[in-house]
Nanobody, 127 residues
Framework: QVQLVESGGGLVQAGGSLRLSCAASGRTLRSYPMGWFRQAPGKEREFVGAINWSGGSTYSADSVKGRFAISRDNAKNTVYLPMNSLKPEDTAGYYC????????????????????WGQGTQVTVSS
């Protein structure tokens, strides 16, 4: 079992920055691809970005490309989501997810691609 705990959310003005963290316990994340998703009120949870097991490759949704950059520190069992140039439309609960099933070179964009989820951290961007 893997437990994921997100932190770092909060209230920020448009144009500001936040860095979200996703800390794991129970098992190392070293071999797991990781993803970040977000869910705004009344909307479905959507893909934000993903990172491969080593941290050598990342993929970001078009809506955040150039502003958000996923990274990971496997020694600390933590994945990060630095967010810059925040916009009001980035307001959402942000969730990290881990894939423990076998994987290949593909990127994983769907909720069902992941096996473990955190409880989320709220990001609110004021205009």
């Amino acid at each position: 079992q893997v437990q994921l705990v997100e932190s770092g959310g909060g209230l920020v003005q448009a144009g500001g920055s936040l860095r979200l963290s996703c800390a794991a316990s129970g098992r190392t994340l070293r071999s797991y691809p990781m993803g970040w998703f977000r869910q705004a009120p009344g909307k479905e949870r959507e893909f934000v970005g993903a990172i491969n097991w080593s941290g050598g490759s990342t993929y970001s949704a078009d809506s955040v490309k150039g502003r958000f950059a996923i990274s990971r520190d496997n020694a600390k069992n933590t994945v990060y989501l630095p967010m810059n140039s925040l916009k009001p439309e980035d307001t959402a609960g942000y969730y990290c997810a881990a894939r423990s099933r076998p994987y290949g070179d593909a990127w994983y964009f769907q909720l069902y691609d992941y096996d473990y989820w955190g409880q989320g951290t709220q990001v609110t961007v004021s205009s």
